[in-house]
């Protein structure tokens, strides 16, 4: 019998060969089609997310007609949006007011809530718990039940139209002293202890102990509330009734509301107000990154 038939004959033999005929081809071929279809896929999602971006960026250097034709290039008409929107709107002094309200609620917002935060966690008390729990409930409560008896509170103290309004209910962020007391569980208490019988007091422990070791923690917190604060759109648009205590978020808006929008002019002024946030996680993106994974260093 010949080897080719005894081969025929021999099950054994022909598994391997079935086997691999089901399996489909090897090699370096199959291991490539993987990560290529990873690739793909990732380079779709980053283009859906940067395509808006970079449409804002080219609106900024066309006119309103050829942004809304479509023109999906770079133009030469950017100092001419620029002075467009200068002439329109005051914008140092819209400026100053989105950044003093951004500045101010960042750093109260980031010092109040960090030491309920921590007050939460280091000092027992029977009623910790559902102290806590009551202000998780209220997290529950949409802003809109809020806003008319915020604003009769705010009318009464003669609040309306100006920064503090805007600024005080911002100061006690349920969610910021939520993600302190979380990062505080990873707090070393030894650290405490030890400032403790250094001589030092709560409030100097808090300084020049908690606040150092969680900078991370801090840096995530001020990019989420800077930015909260910096888009914060509903509530100023309530409480803020006249032109110079405007935001450049309200601006943007009186600017699209017009009845013959100049679309370039909004262009500029939406980049404008992109850049700030856009700064701020750049400067802090690796301590934001730590800060969200609950690092303490």
Do not use: C
């Not at 917002?109 to 029977?126: M, N, W």
């Not at 949409?142 to 100061?171: H, W």
């Not at 650290?191 to 908690?210: C, N, P, S, T």
Request: net charge positive; hydrophobic share 55%; charged share 15%.
């Amino acid at each position: 019998m010949s080897d080719v038939a005894a081969h025929r004959l021999d099950p054994e033999a022909a598994e391997p060969s079935a086997r691999a005929a089901l399996r489909g081809p090897d090699g370096p071929g199959r291991d490539m089609i993987g990560p290529a279809v990873k690739y793909i896929v990732l380079s779709l999602a980053a283009f859906v997310s940067v395509f808006p971006f970079f449409w804002m960026l080219v609106g900024t250097t066309n006119s309103s007609y050829d942004i809304v034709r479509g023109k999906a290039w770079f133009g030469d008409q950017l100092l001419v949006n620029l002075g467009n929107l200068i002439e329109q709107v005051d914008l140092p002094r819209v400026l100053f007011n989105s950044f003093y309200i951004a500045i101010i609620s960042t750093v109260a917002t980031l010092l109040v809530s960090s030491l309920a935060g921590y007050a939460f966690e280091i000092f027992r008390h029977k009623w910790r718990e559902r102290i806590f729990a009551a202000l998780l409930l209220m997290l529950s409560i949409p802003f809109a039940a809020l806003m008319v008896p915020l604003f009769v509170m705010m009318a009464s103290a003669g609040l309306i139209n100006t920064y503090s309004a805007i600024i005080l209910p911002t100061i006690a962020n349920i969610f910021i002293i939520f993600y302190f007391r979380q990062a505080t569980k990873a707090f070393p208490h030894e650290l405490r202890d030890a400032a403790k019988i250094d001589g030092l007091k709560e409030w100097q422990i808090f300084l020049r102990v908690y606040m150092p070791v969680m900078r991370s923690t801090y840096a995530a917190a001020t990019i989420i509330v800077f930015t909260l604060t910096w888009n914060n759109y509903l509530w100023p648009l309530i409480v803020l009734q006249t032109n110079d205590m405007k935001t450049m978020v309200l601006t943007i808006s009186s600017l699209n509301s017009a009845y013959t929008p100049d679309f370039g002019v909004i262009m500029v002024a939406t980049v404008i107000t992109t850049l700030p946030t856009l700064i701020i996680f750049f400067l802090l993106q690796r301590l934001f990154v730590q800060g969200m994974l609950g690092s303490v260093k």
